[in-house]
C-alpha cells in the first residue's frame, strides 16, 4: 500500500506501479501518473522560497498535465492547516490561496499533489513560502509573484501559440507580458519543470507569427538598411510603429540573439532572432519623419510625429543598438534631437505634434521626450533633459486628480525607462538616476522608485504606488493592475507594472541582491560583517561581479564587497 498524506482518513487504492489495464490481444498499457508544476520564485532555482509576510493571502502555483472530472487536485499548505482539495478544470491554473502566520524566517514546504480518481495514479510537487518582514521589498516581490500568476492564468492558448488580448493591441499587448517574465528570468530556454517557460514560448511564437517584411530603401535623411536585404519588419498592425518597440524589447529580452524563430510567415520563419531585430531597427530608421526638423514617429512610414508613438521607436532602438549591436544610423539621433528641440516648451513640458500638449497629456509626453532624449545620448546637462527632470520632479506629489503621473500607467512606465536608460554623452552605456532633481530652488532630490511617505519622505515614491494599486481581492482578478483606462492602460497595466518593479526593461533576468548582517542585532560600535554572497542573477548564465553597500540609506555607497565589516556608533535600525 502506497499512503496518500493528502487524503487523510481515506485509504489509497494501488501504488504507482499497479495501475495496469490488460486490453484486447493480450497487450499490456502502464497508466501515466500526471504531470505536477509548480512556479518556482527563482526559474533557475526552485528551491529558493516565495515571499510572504505574517498573514498575507498569497495564491499558491500550480500546473498539471491532465484536467477533467476525474483529476482531483490536493494542497497540503505544511503549517497543519486542512488540506484544500478540488477538481482539475484547468490543467494550467491549479492554485490556491493561503495566509500563513509565523516568525520572520519560518519556511513553510507545501505540497501540490494530483490524482487521477480513474486510475489511481498521482504525482506531487513541492512549494516554497517564506515569511519576511513586512517592508516595501518584501511587497514588490509578492506583487510581481502574484502579477505574473494572473499574466499566466489569462493567456489564451491556441495550438503552440499563445496571446493576451486588450485595448485592441494584440500582438504589443503579448510581447509587453512576455516581456514581464522574461525580466524575472523566466525565458523560453528556462527549465521544463517551470510552467512559465510553457508561457513565454507560446507568446513568442505568436509574436513572431504575427511579423511581417516591408521592403525599404534609401529615405531623405540617407540609407536605413543596416543589413543591407532591403526588408524592414514589424508587426501586422495598424499601428505598427506604436508596437514595434515593445515587440524589440520582449525579442531581446530572451537573451538568445542566436536562437532561431519557429512561427511566422516568410522572412520571419527559421531566422535569427538578432537577424529579425536588425530589420526592425532598419524599419523604424526607414519610417522615421523624413524632414530634418521633424525626426520622430507616429503609426505608419513618414508619419508626421508624434511623442507619445515616438517613444517606442526608442525604447526599441536603444537595446537593439546598446544589448545586441545593432547598427542604427546616425542621423536617426541627430534628426530626432531636432524634434525634442521643436516639441519641447519653456517649461520643460514635451507636447505632443508639436510644445503643445493635449489636456492631461504632459505627464504622458514629457517623459516620452526623455526616453528619446535617453536613445540620443542628451542628459543631465543638456537643458533638453534637464527642464524635462525639473518639470516632472516639481510634479512628483501624490495625485489629486485622474490625468496626475502617478495615476497614469503609460506616463509613469515612460518615466521609468527614461530614469533606467538614461546616457549623458552618448557612449551607449545607460547611467540610471535614482535621485529624481529639479532645477528649481528649494526642491530636494527624491528616490522616484522607493520614496514612502511612511518612512519620513515628501511624497511616495512609484513602487509604494503601484504596489496599493494591485487587486489584492482573492477572484479571478487577484494580482492585476488596472490602470485608469488612459489610452491602453487597460491592456498592458500589468505588464507594464512588473517591469517597473523590477526596474529592469529588457534583461533576461535581473541580479537579486540579497543581504545579511551577522551579528543582528548588535550593540553601538559592535563590528558587524555584511554578507551579500547569496546575491545571485535571475539569469543562470551571468554571475555576480560586484557588491556596494549603502549603509545610510542616502543613494551614495560607502563600501564594497561581498564581506565588508562595519559598525554603526548609535542604536538603531539600518536599512
Known amino acids: ?33 500526471p504531470v505536477v508544476k509548480t512556479v518556482p520564485w527563482v526559474a ?122 486588450g485595448s485592441g493591441y494584440n500582438i504589443g499587448h503579448t510581447a509587453a507580458n512576455v516581456n514581464a517574465f522574461e525580466v524575472n528570468g523566466h525565458l523560453e530556454g528556462g527549465p521544463a519543470e517551470n510552467p512559465y517557460t510553457e508561457t513565454v514560448t507560446r507568446g513568442l511564437r505568436y509574436v513572431f507569427a504575427n511579423l511581417r517584411t516591408a521592403g525599404i530603401g534609401v529615405q531623405a535623411l540617407g540609407n536605413p538598411d543596416g543589413n ?54 532598419d524599419y523604424y530608421a526607414y519610417a522615421q519623419y523624413d524632414d530634418a526638423r521633424y525626426g520622430a514617429w507616429r503609426y505608419g512610414v513618414n508619419d508626421f510625429p508624434d511623442n507619445s508613438a515616438s517613444q517606442w521607436g526608442a525604447i526599441g532602438l536603444i537595446p537593439a543598438q546598446r544589448n545586441w549591436g545593432c547598427i542604427v544610423p546616425g542621423w536617426v539621433k541627430s534628426a530626432n534631437i531636432n524634434w525634442l528641440s521643436y516639441s ?52 512628483f506629489v501624490n495625485p489629486s486628480s485622474y490625468w496626475h503621473f502617478k495615476n497614469n500607467y503609460y506616463g509613469m512606465f515612460s518615466f521609468v525607462k527614461a530614469m533606467l536608460l538614461h546616457d549623458s554623452n552618448g557612449d551607449g552605456v545607460a547611467e540610471p538616476i535614482q535621485f529624481l532633481k529639479s532645477g528649481t530652488p528649494n526642491v530636494p532630490p527624491i528616490d522616484w522608485y522607493a520614496a514612502e511617505v511612511a518612512l519620513g519622505a515628501p511624497t511616495d515614491g512609484l ?46 533576468g535581473a541580479p537579486v541582491a540579497v543581504a545579511k548582517a551577522n551579528p543582528n542585532p548588535a550593540v553601538a560600535g559592535q563590528s558587524i560583517q555584511l554578507d551579500g554572497s547569496d546575491s545571485f542573477h535571475q539569469d543562470a548564465s551571468k554571475l555576480i561581479d560586484s557588491w556596494e553597500w549603502d549603509l545610510n540609506n542616502d543613494g551614495t555607497y560607502e563600501v564594497s564587497g561581498p564581506f565588508p565589516t562595519v559598525s554603526f556608533p548609535v542604536v538603531g535600525d539600518y536599512s
Open 44 to 165: 533557475t532555482n526552485p528551491l529558493i522560497p516565495h515571499d510572504t509576510w505574517s498573514g498575507k493571502t498569497v495564491t499558491l502555483k500550480g500546473t498539471s498535465s491532465v484536467q477533467g472530472g476525474s483529476i482531483k487536485y490536493y494542497w497540503d499548505f505544511g503549517d497543519g492547516s486542512p488540506v484544500a482539495e478540488g477538481t482539475v478544470s484547468s490543467a494550467y491554473v491549479v492554485e490556491a490561496r493561503h495566509a500563513y502566520t509565523g516568525p520572520v524566517g519560518t519556511v513553510f514546504t507545501a505540497i501540490l499533489t494530483v490524482e487521477d480518481t480513474s486510475t489511481g495514479e498521482s504525482a506531487s510537487r513541492n512549494y516554497y513560502v517564506r515569511i519576511e518582514e513586512l517592508d516595501l521589498s518584501t511587497e514588490v516581490n509578492v506583487a510581481i509573484d502574484e502579477g505574473l500568476w494572473y499574466l499566466h492564468r489569462t493567456l489564451n492558448r491556441s495550438g503552440q501559440e499563445g496571446y493576451w488580448s
Open 1 to 33: 500500500m502506497n499512503a496518500n498524506p493528502f487524503r487523510r482518513g481515506r485509504p489509497w487504492m494501488l501504488p504507482a506501479w499497479a495501475g495496469i489495464i490488460l486490453v484486447a490481444g493480450s497487450s499490456i498499457a502502464m497508466a501515466l501518473p
Open 463 to 508: 513602487a509604494r504606488k503601484i504596489v496599493d494599486d494591485q487587486r489584492k481581492v482573492a477572484d479571478s482578478n487577484m494580482g492585476r493592475w488596472y490602470g485608469y483606462g488612459w489610452y491602453d492602460d487597460y491592456g498592458h497595466a500589468t505588464a507594464w507594472a512588473i517591469i517597473m518593479l523590477r526596474r529592469t526593461l529588457f534583461e533576461s
Open 344 to 395: 519641447q516648451r519653456s517649461d520643460g513640458v514635451y507636447g505632443y505634434t508639436s510644445s503643445s500638449p493635449l489636456s492631461g497629456v504632459p505627464f504622458g509626453t514629457t517623459p516620452a521626450g526623455l526616453v528619446q532624449c535617453a536613445m540620443d545620448g542628451v542628459g543631465r546637462g543638456n537643458v533638453l533633459w534637464d527642464r524635462a527632470e525639473t518639470y516632472i520632479r516639481d510634479n
Open 228 to 281: 543591407g536585404n532591403g526588408l524592414g519588419v514589424g508587426p501586422n498592425s495598424g499601428r505598427q510603429f506604436y508596437e514595434g518597440g515593445m515587440i524589440m524589447d520582449a525579442i531581446i529580452a530572451t537573451g538568445t540573439p542566436d536562437a532561431t524563430t519557429v512561427t511566422g510567415p516568410a522572412g520571419i520563419v527559421g531566422r535569427k532572432y538578432k537577424d529579425v531585430l536588425q530589420d526592425m531597427a
